[in-house]
Every structure is written in C-alpha cells, then in structure tokens.
C-alpha cells in the first residue's frame, strides 16, 4: 500500500522533474489512492509545502552536502528537511521514513544528512531563501509593496483556506469579490474574456445575467461548460482568442477580462508558479494583456462596463495599462478588504487572507 510520503515523493517528481502542476497532479494521484483522509491530508501538506520552501530546504541540507546528489536522492532530501524544519515532524519519524524513500545505494547518506540537520540549527544567509522564493520576486514585492513585502510573501507559504460560494464551487474569496465588483445585473448581456476554468462565468450567471464565456484554450473552455453545467446553469462558451473575439462593436453591457498574468498573488495556491515564472515571462504577459484589454473594450456598449483584474499585485499588470479610448475610470470605492491603488483596488494576500488581486473598472462614455 502506497504511504502518504511515498505518494507525497511520487508527485514532486512529476511536478519538478515532469513539469506538472502540483494542484493537478496531486488531486488526480488522490483520487485514485487508498489513503485514508488524514493521510491525504498529510501528503497533500508534504507535497505543497515541499514544494513552495523547495529553496529553503535546500539550503537547510547543503550545509551537510559536498557533493550533489542524484535527482531522486536530492527529492528525499528536500521531504525530510521540509518535515523536520517546517511540518513539526518528530525527528525519528521524519529520518527513518526519509531513508525508506531513498535510493537503497544512498539510504546511509541521508541518514547522516538528516540527523545532522534535525540537530543543528538553521541560521538563514538571507531573506530570499528564509522565504523560499527566488530573488526577483522579493525584489518585486519590495518595490510594490514597501514595508509589507515580507508579510505578504510568508503569508503566502501558508495553506490557504478552501472557500465554497453558497451554491457549493470551490472559488477563492478574491474570485468571488471580482464577481461582486462587476455587478452584472438580469438580463444584461455579460462576455467573460478569459473564462477558464469558469468560476467567475458561473458567478455572474448566478446574478441572472446571460453570461457567454470565452476562452483561448479548448481544455479551459470545456471546463467552464461542465462547471456551468454542473450547476445547472445556460453558460455558452466558445473557444476564442481574447485578442481577435468574434463578436460585434458594443454587443455587451458588461466585459469582464480576468486577464492571463505572473499570478503572483496566488502563490499560496499555486506552489510550483514562483519556480516556473520569470521577469521575462511577465513582460510578455504584460504585452499580452494590452492587447486584450483594447480588443475587449470594442465590444464594450455605450454606458457600459469594462472590468480588468489579475491575481497579481504588480502595477505593470494592471493600472499602468492606458485607459481605452472612449472610456473613463471608475474610482469609486470599494468596500474593505479593497484598498485603492492608483486607478484601480487592490487585495493584499495577508490583508484579506485571499489570494492577492487588482481590479480596474472603465465605463464607455463615448465611441
């Protein structure tokens, strides 16, 4: 029978040496486990916690390392160092079930590795690798977010809590907040931009609206039309490129654009995201964005709203972007947890406990 940690190990190695993704690969490998909740529980806590202070870890054991190990080898490593650094694993059970995973040619080198590390006392080089994120970030969140840029990064190491709207989907609270700031009303024409994978085109449906989700991916798309499906509700969805949507000149009362970003405030669920994303990655997002964002506002009618957002907290994803012609900010305020932020709010991850978020809203004044 497969143990948490053997099912925990298994995972890492898709996510770091397969390239999968830790929230997709994991669910998958429990759905078809025999482990008990507590022990699903358990893994899942190895897996994301692994993985988000995979740095940390790292530094925590080379101290003891001279020569790098074998991948597999290095992977057990990192297990047993996140469960006696960070898990509060008794050290026995931590070692003993650590030298189970590993090779049977190293098991007596993490043995000694591990005891030396359960016995010696960490003292971090720096902030980046006490927090686990790769330099550029912290030097992002510093520059966004002066003075709470660590509270903001360690909040995001921590599990984040599973939220259920009242018609039982699983949506973070800033999701559900931008679905509140778009406030589609019966019978408005709704077009979702970038619907994936259609928490927020089942929300806005949920308000009576009729709501067309669009997405560029076909995978994406086809989970927005089961998700609406399985709520009971009349979503069309198509698969579209948000640069060059179908639709006519002023065809919608309301155009959400939950655009592709860093993700960067949703690190907290996304473990593997900081390791795979880099500053040239967001400068092409950036790019990306812009595009979208003038082509959505084309189909914008006249009085109507266009609403921007991106689960990141940087400025050049969101309200540096020029104001389309034709339209003028809406500055009005937002309630608590929102905090203003230029032209736009703004959700820090450990102010509201949700994932971090900018929202902009344009109104169509002419054009």
């Not at 006696?84 to 993490?110: C, E, I, Q």
Request: aromatic residues 6%; charged residues 25%; hydrophobic residues 40%.
């Amino acid at each position: 029978m497969t143990s948490a940690r053997r099912l925990a190990v298994e995972a890492l190695a898709r996510i770091e040496d397969g390239g999968a993704y830790a929230n997709l690969v994991l669910p998958s490998m429990l759905r078809t486990s025999s482990l008990s909740d507590a022990d699903r529980r358990f893994a899942t806590e190895l897996v994301y916690g692994t993985t988000r202070m995979r740095r940390a870890c790292d530094a925590v054991v080379d101290r003891f390392v001279t020569k790098e190990p074998d991948a597999v080898t290095r992977r057990v490593l990192r297990l047993g160092a996140y469960q006696l650094v960070f898990a509060g694993v008794p050290d026995h059970a931590a070692v003993s079930a650590s030298v189970d995973l590993a090779p049977k040619s190293t098991r007596s080198f993490v043995n000694a590795v591990l005891r030396r590390v359960a016995r010696t006392p960490m003292v971090w080089p720096d902030e980046a690798i006490r927090l686990s994120y790769p330099d550029w970030i912290i030097d992002v969140f510093e520059r966004e977010v002066p003075g709470e840029a660590t509270r903001a990064l360690e909040h995001m190491n921590t599990a984040p809590p599973v939220t259920r709207r009242d018609d039982g989907y699983v949506q973070d609270r800033a999701s559900q907040m931008v679905v509140d700031v778009a406030a589609a009303q019966p019978h408005e024409r709704v077009l979702d931009v970038c619907a994936g994978p259609g928490g927020k085109s089942t929300g806005l449906a949920a308000s009576g609206a009729h709501v067309i989700g669009a997405d560029v991916s076909v995978t994406r798309s086809a989970l927005v039309a089961r998700n609406a499906k399985q709520l009971g509700q009349n979503v069309p969805v198509l698969v579209a490129d948000g640069r060059r949507p179908p639709f006519a000149r002023g065809a919608f009362d309301c155009v959400l654009v939950d655009a592709p970003c860093s993700g960067l405030g949703a690190l907290r669920r996304r473990p593997d995201a900081r390791w795979r994303i880099t500053p040239d990655d967001v400068n092409d997002l950036v790019s990306l964005q812009r595009e979208i964002l003038a082509a959505s506002a084309e189909l914008v009618a006249a009085g109507g709203r266009l609403v921007y957002s991106v689960c990141t907290i940087t400025a050049g994803e969101s309200i540096d972007h020029r104001t389309p012609d034709g339209f003028e900010i809406d500055d009005s305020e937002l309630p608590e947890p929102w905090q203003r932020f230029g032209s736009g709010h703004r959700l820090l991850p450990h102010v509201s406990d949700t994932d971090g978020m900018v929202v902009v809203r344009y109104r169509r004044v002419h054009g």
